[in-house]
């Protein structure tokens, strides 16, 4: 039980474009999600903290405008990178949720801008 | 603010060898839960094992365990009967026992083993 699915595992895209991430709970229902991006041999980075239904809280120096998070489910939030460039290229994992006190993560996704 | 130190980059075991990774934090909550993840190459985010702070018995997980002392603020895992599959890194984690639970990562430690 608990699977968290992250949809796509790797993207290559051009720099420019915008580029959307999914992350779905496959057998539970998730009221929070949470997104981390991780820089090689280095740790996980909160981004922001969605909970279903409302605005994403984003840690400090995430760019609210540039990492749009939308939450509109239990099982499915999605994180948009907008004009996405090559400093953006990063590892970016997700994770959810129940009232519960452990995390599920994603597989993650590998975001490539040339 | 709560910070979770692993003041060990990285460690290195020989195979059925046992070995100890190190944690500290920092905090002044009474409720809090602690965690010990395993990212192996794959990248996948493995809950090892957890530990609630109003538990005084250390967690136990097969070959996982963990040394939880409170007044210290330390928490390390200990891996017996090490096996190749436990090379991965290892990241320790706190998460306050509030409404929230957004998790503080530590720095990680990368586990070697050795044939």
């Known amino acids: 039980g608990a699977v968290v699915s992250q949809h796509p595992s790797w993207v290559i895209c051009k720099s420019g474009t915008s580029v959307k991430i999914e992350c779905r709970s496959l057998?539970?229902?998730?009221?929070?999600m949470f997104w981390y991006r991780q820089f090689p041999k280095q740790s996980l980075m909160l981004m922001a903290t969605?909970?279903?239904?409302?605005?994403?809280?984003?840690e400090q120096g995430v760019e609210k405008d540039k990492f749009l998070i939308n939450h509109a489910s239990l099982t499915l939030s999605t994180l948009t990178v907008t004009s996405a460039h090559p400093e953006d290229s990063s590892f970016y994992i997700c994770?959810?949720?129940?009232?519960?006190?452990?995390?599920?993560f994603g597989d993650g996704t590998r975001l490539s801008i040339l | 603010a709560q910070t979770v130190t692993q003041s060990q980059p990285e460690m290195s075991v020989q195979e059925a060898e046992t070995v100890t990774l190190s944690c500290t934090y920092d905090?002044?909550?009474?409720?809090?839960?602690l965690f010990w993840y395993k990212q192996p190459p794959s990248r996948q985010m493995i809950l090892v094992i957890r530990q609630e702070a109003y538990k005084q018995q250390n967690a136990t997980e097969n070959r996982f365990s963990v040394n939880f002392q409170k007044a210290a603020k330390s928490f390390s895992l200990k891996i017996s009967d090490s096996q190749l599959g436990d090379a991965a890194m290892y990241f320790c984690?706190?998460?306050?026992?509030?409404?929230?639970?957004?998790?503080?990562f530590g720095t990680g430690t990368l586990l070697a083993v050795q044939p």
């Open positions: 057998d539970f229902q998730a009221t929070t």
């Open positions: 994770s959810a949720s129940t009232q519960g006190v452990a995390q599920h």
């Open positions: 969605s909970n279903e239904g409302s605005k994403a809280t984003y």
């Open positions: 905090t002044s909550e009474s409720d809090y839960y």
């Open positions: 984690a706190y998460r306050w026992g509030g409404a929230t639970n957004k998790l503080i």
